[in-house]
């Protein structure tokens, strides 16, 4: 007897339950991989533009408002399919061979680039709005710049990013979606696999969506006690 209704949904087959959860362990991979990459990139890209030379600060300027202004689906596409390419080449002009990327790191790749472009301009914005007493104070006391960075800018900084960054790590974990057209198993292709073979479509996407949901509220939950810690010290000074 075929299953019917909600019976579709259980974990076993022949639900299709275990799947989705396969697809969004999947996502959630490349979600936390890209969120990562898009950091190290966005911090890395921020000094850049902020103490870098010309040659530097133009090809961030180039790079973040390409990204910016291409739809992140067209990006994807090009990053996919052109990205290992370019790798394989780099290392094929240097006398190295060339390497098999597989598409979950593929996927993280892209997206993190993706990720690293918005994610310059937050860090960005947040270093340049840390109170200039505080930077001053930390020259006068003698401090270098990396010390200065690590222990006054950056701690500084990182309460004023956090909305921008907690909305980067919602944007990363609905753009995983996208990969579909590229045929990583995520949750959305996976979705679109059950319903197409139950013919149930309204049901499995409302799964799914409840799914996004679900992590969304945790995440948001999250980074709310992320913002309530990096603040503490905000809180006591005012109060």
Not at 67 to 79: D, G, K, N
Request: charged share 15%.
């Amino acid at each position: 007897m075929e299953p019917t209704g909600l019976s579709l949904l259980a974990l076993s087959p022949p639900g299709w339950g275990g799947n989705l959860l396969k697809g969004l362990v999947l996502s959630l991979q490349i979600a936390f991989g890209a969120y990562a990459l898009g950091l190290m990139i966005g911090l890395l890209g921020a000094l850049g533009k902020i103490y870098g030379g010309p040659i530097t600060r133009w090809s961030l300027e180039i790079y973040t408002t390409l990204v910016r202004a291409i739809p992140e689906l067209v990006l994807i596409l090009l990053l996919f399919y052109a990205g290992p390419d370019i790798v394989n080449g780099i290392l094929e002009s240097f006398g190295f061979e060339r390497i098999d990327i597989n598409a979950l790191v593929a996927g993280i790749y892209v997206l993190g680039m993706v990720q690293g472009a918005y994610s310059i301009e937050v860090m960005r914005g947040a270093m340049l709005a840390v109170p200039n007493g505080q930077v001053e104070a930390a020259k006068a006391s003698g401090m270098s710049w990396t010390l200065m960075h690590r222990r006054i800018i950056i701690p500084a900084m990182i309460p004023l990013a956090l909305p921008g960054l907690a909305n980067l790590w919602l944007i990363a974990t609905k753009d995983t979606a996208l990969l579909a057209v590229v045929g990583l198993s995520e949750l959305a292709l996976t979705t679109r696999q059950a319903a197409g073979a139950t013919k149930e479509y309204l049901m499995f996407y409302l799964a799914a969506g409840f799914i996004y949901l679900c992590v969304s509220l945790i995440s948001a939950g999250v980074f709310k006690k992320l913002d309530r810690h990096y603040r503490r010290g905000q809180a006591d000074l005012s109060g």
